[in-house]
């Protein structure tokens, strides 16, 4: 493990950068980054590991009850209805035969609950996934080459759960700021046995316990506090290496923002997103509710699963909601 | 089958009511419908299907090009960027060591490409699945009782793929107005074989050909034309009984409107959503594009497979876009 | 002055309306309410009031700065850009000759900041406007019939600034929970002048100073506190009469909420708008910036002026942004 | 009149700028371009024009029925409801004593219906208005320096309607594609008396007659045809120099893009617009509903009148909507 220069994000993001860089590994024209480790035999495999035909979703809700509070224009959802049955009853909708109707509509940022971060996401230095201009990548008009829907289809194969917080924390929590480092997911792999094996095309899914945390402040009704941008436990920075080394096609965690808060460096903002989007060409989730799906793993040992993840086909987007399925 | 009275939709559609009604069959208490057939054992099931691991995603993009003409304020998804790779690169967006973002917004209706209609989404005279009254279901707040997320982590089971289009049509496509009957269905069911049977718990997919030929229209620089609501092949009237019969899931088809248009009577809307929906309790697919997978499915025989289509969490939703992933 | 039961608002209600109501003044049809005082006449008056030809606009600005906390879905706008100078540099827009373009969209409350309530806004017992029910006037297809554009062409008239923040507050500005009443109204227009009195068919301006103190908390980092739904000063509930009596043609305030809050009852809820938007037909202003005039007025002793207010035409709307300019 | 070189577009833009610009006029940090020729003294004389106290808005309704077909995303408003009557009357609202309300929302592009264009909106080869750097003046989060906030209190004064359809065309309308040449104005000016001179700081109102016919198009039920976008009479790209010469505030037509289209050359895209926007700092104002006026105008031959056209107060904007009221 690296000791970091805590006053030198910009240094240590080159240095790290420099060992675990993917660009052209998929060569020139390439748009889908680690996805490319999920192969068709990998999501074979995957479904060979339903035991029990339980599913689990994955997902948090969408709605204006998030945790969202508006920084940099990222609110909750807003769902409003086109049509509704107090409407219908009322026989205002001129629809023959006794037919009545609700319909509905949502403004929402597509990165306001749980989801994908796309490979669009994120640039260093002005260069986005593979070494291209971030200006040729992302405008107004969307991502014109690496939009989320280049991976629509593939998001698909074995899941691991990593239950850091139960294996390493306290009451199944880590705390706020504490960094996850090689060394934790490696313990924890080891205490949660051999089906947590991580490995080529795998998409792993750290929970923190933040978001139990998180969820009985707003059962309490004190809100979301800081779950949307504050402090929180996440990925090191010097994990880089082993999201590089293990050759994982993506990783999520039950967190806003993937990586530690605050980050690990005196003035920084995000660093591991920094090298693992543009560089490595990984797929990061966030905001994943993997609560119900770690209490049945605990409960009988299994930590590996098929999940099926695909992002809403926004064509463009940066990042994208999803519902995951987790089938054990 | 029943020959129908053209001119009196709404005692046809009592008459089948009085034959099909689920209401009751999972108690008073029931948001789930259908739904209640897709069982553990038969996702277990489902995910046996799988054999050479290729995933197909089954949706439409999410993008201004869509289908949608504003009908009812249905339009096309609207994504608009917080920021950008060009605003990026110019240095304005006040981010340390380097790092820079983009992030997006959608504003859309609900329905406006592939999705599943909720429980909530259609009524019979006033009253809703189960025979809940419409206006304590759906209120300008939301499906307060059958919103989407009631299903969000059932959606996954054993997709049957129907290609009536190649069984039935020519080239592969039912003309628009084409009424798909049971015996279709059947005839198809015989026409692909032992992998093709439809039972309780099933996930139907229908695709009549409409979609590869509005995209050709797309194509050709004509638009949409009609799919959105004009004329279109789909399921008859007359196909609840079987749509009952079967105990099916779920059924989606590649079409706006899922069954037939022009409707079977002289003035009609969308009568079999007026039966399936509040009295089946039937979950129905639109929009879905079943091209890909049918040429997988064409090739080698093979009509089965893991459906995982949960739809996206949103609170309170009559509606909700989805992206299936058909996993063979 | 009427003496208020504060165990019983639905019965004080239900006296006032007794003595206040409108309804069938101006006819079964009417869609105008108070606006029907004000009159072509009128108009020909205020415009003799201009004498310095200076300009204020009474808008806050529409911004994710803006003071809503998304109670009942009411965000603040969420402003963004279809096309940017930073894209068209790039000269990714496709234009001939050098021209390069930014657009943009916005999606809002229609009440997040400066605003009308229309008459559609309120009912009493399931009764708007005029006696309407209201379910056959607001349906989720807008206000079919008294929607802001009614008035769109005719918001434009004497304005009468009373600041009773300068009159009876200190420092200019009343403490939260004040209660406005008639007594208050006149002692203010005592102390202006002449040019202060109120009559027919006047838009009076009612400044609290509460967003002045709003204001410095935000200027201060603290944000907008209760600005928007918490304890405010504002109109007593018995000032109804006085609205009532004056035949004014609108009412406006620099709160959220028009009236006081906490309101004058152990249990209620806005129970002055209920008398005045449906019984009265009185067009309320919520949340405009009457500082900048204010000053003028006070330095001048003048405080009656042209006021144009009229909404954004937005068919079938309960309440609409707008941008008031006072020409002294 | 200049002859154009209808094959050159990008070198008669460079002459005509070399004649017509006013970068540095108003000095380097100016953000009004040409509102700054609208002064207090000019609002004054405005007020003392009114005879009637008749008031005109000249606004279009802003709603899903309106011109826009979605080119670059711009789509016709999206007004959703967050409450309504038919909610309030089955008693699900929760409210105490009998109140009940309903409340709305809108999603739109800022330049969807009536509307002014802001300095911010067009610029000429990277440059914006006073010769700034188009990529510091409009990223993803606005217009940071000319948003159409800095003129929203002083849209007001002294409008001036130029009814060149009635005064050039036949039955009071000009026919798509015609030309409005500085001769055009100034025949319409003589024909329609001392009222409709022309000079410093007014607001020109040009009418085409084109939204008289777009409005019998969608009255026969045949849509708004090419209205947004397509073939329409409008201002020459000769009329720069009368634009320049007289010294007018700002520009209105009841067309969508103000110039003459097809543009009056052989491959343009609104080339006046890249000369009066960055380069006069000119506000012009598109699809405003100018028929109602014309015809009182016409009828007592008085074409002058007080008008306020404030845009709504959006922070950053690049257009806004308004409602102008033109008070006679």
Not at 56 to 66: A, E, I, K, T, V
Not at 95 to 103: R, S, T, V
Request: aromatic content about 8%; charged content about 20%; proline content about 5%.
């Amino acid at each position: 493990m690296t000791s970091l220069d805590r006053s030198d994000p910009e240094g240590e993001i080159a240095k790290t950068v420099a060992r675990v860089s993917n660009w052209g590994r998929w060569g020139e024209d390439d748009v889908r980054g680690t996805m490319n480790f999920l192969t068709d035999a990998k999501r074979l495999e995957a479904a060979g590991l339903v035991q029990t035909g339980r599913s689990y979703s994955l997902s948090l809700p969408f709605d204006m009850d998030g945790p969202q509070n508006g920084w940099r224009r990222r609110t909750n959802p807003v769902h409003t209805m086109l049509d509704t049955g107090t409407d219908a009853v009322t026989g205002i909708q001129g629809f023959p035969h006794g037919i009545g109707g609700a319909d509905d509509v949502i403004a929402m940022p597509l990165q306001c609950s749980t989801q994908w971060d796309g490979l669009g996401h994120i640039f260093d230095h002005g260069r986005a996934w593979n070494g291209r201009p971030a200006e040729s990548v992302v405008t107004s008009l969307g991502d014109g080459v690496t939009g989320i829907e280049t991976v629509a289809d593939v998001v698909c194969g074995r899941g691991v759960l990593l239950d850091v917080g139960r294996a390493v924390g306290t009451d199944g929590e880590l705390p706020d700021g504490f960094a996850i480092t090689e060394e934790h997911l490696e313990q924890t792999i080891a205490a949660q046995g051999e089906s947590a094996a991580v490995g080529r095309g795998d998409i792993v899914l750290v929970r923190t316990g933040q978001l139990s945390r998180a969820r009985r402040g707003v059962a309490a009704g004190e809100g979301w506090g800081g779950y949307a941008g504050g402090p929180a436990p996440g990925l090191s920075f010097t994990s880089a290496d082993w999201l590089h080394r293990t050759e994982i096609a993506a990783i999520a965690t039950d967190t806003w923002g993937f990586e530690v808060r605050p980050n690990e460096f005196d003035d920084a903002f995000q660093p591991l997103h920094q090298v693992a989007i543009p560089h490595l060409g990984l797929f990061l989730g966030e905001m994943w509710d993997l609560d119900g799906l770690a209490s049945a793993c605990a409960e009988d040992g299994r930590y590996d699963f098929l999940l099926t993840a695909a992002p809403l086909r926004v064509t463009g987007a940066v990042g994208a909601p999803v519902n995951p399925i987790a089938l054990r």
